[in-house]
């Protein structure tokens, strides 16, 4: 157990819904990083949230959204939704951007979404 | 875009032996990360290597790194069952986020 907490587990929806992503960083961690992980593009990085800041962005698109809250949870919100967005995410945390000492990143279980 | 590929895609071997993947990367690095998924859940971080260290070992994994070529390989000895998964090198520069290769899929027979 990472002590990163995704939810849902599971999420299937139609296309053009919207849906939210919920992502509990480990105890202490400032950093939420979300990927996507597809069949053909494997795992992407997709945004960076430091302390309710966006640090950086990957390769997200303009209809993903996300956002750190005051507690560190974070939500990514996927809107307009197509059958390619159908995937794994993956929500993961770390100490904080730039920490020489400890870089890793500590993931969750992920959510798996299927739009149909 | 995924930052590099590894090789093989695919391995299969018996229990007891080990096993060796590669991984190449695109751009200068701080250090390469290798994770484990086991079908479809979360990864787990295995190991770190630092851009100015060349091997690194922890319990029957070994990683090395050679900058240079932009190459790095996880060799894990003694193989069991259990290891089988997904393997998945993962670049980290200054900016931290992780840009991971393809994966490699272990297989190991009993």
């Known amino acids: 157990d990472s002590g990163v907490t995704q939810t849902p587990k599971h999420l299937i929806t139609a296309t053009g819904q919207r849906v939210t992503l919920r992502c509990s960083p480990r105890?202490?961690?400032?950093?939420v990083y979300w990927y996507q992980q597809s069949l053909d593009q494997g795992l992407q990085f997709l945004i960076q949230?430091?302390?309710?800041?966006?640090?950086a962005k990957g390769n997200i698109l303009e209809r993903f959204s996300a956002q750190q809250f005051p507690d560190l949870h974070s939500e990514l919100n996927l809107s307009s939704l197509e059958l390619g967005d159908s995937a794994l995410y993956f929500c993961?945390?770390?100490?904080?951007?730039?920490?020489?000492?400890?870089?890793?990143?500590?993931f969750g279980p992920g959510t798996r979404l299927t739009v149909l | 875009s995924q930052q590099g590929e590894e090789d093989p895609q695919a391995l299969s071997i018996q229990e007891g032996e080990n096993a060796t993947m590669n991984c190449s990367y695109k751009?200068?690095?701080?250090?390469l990360q290798w994770y484990r998924q086991n079908s479809g859940r979360g990864l787990v971080h295995l190991i770190l290597?630092?851009?100015?260290?060349r091997e690194k070992h922890s319990g029957r994994l070994r990683v090395t790194l050679d900058t240079s070529k932009k190459s790095s390989s996880l060799l894990i000895t003694a193989s069991r069952a259990a290891d089988t998964a997904s393997y998945f090198c993962?670049?980290?520069?200054?900016?931290?986020?992780?840009?991971f290769g393809s994966g490699t899929q272990l297989t190991v027979l009993p």
């Open positions: 993961a945390s770390s100490v904080e951007p730039g920490a020489l000492d400890d870089p890793r990143q500590f």
């Open positions: 105890s202490g961690d400032l950093s």
């Open positions: 751009t200068s690095i701080n250090n």
């Open positions: 949230y430091y302390n309710g800041e966006e640090r």
């Open positions: 993962a670049a980290s520069g200054s900016a931290r986020q992780l840009t």
């Open positions: 290597i630092r851009s100015n260290e």
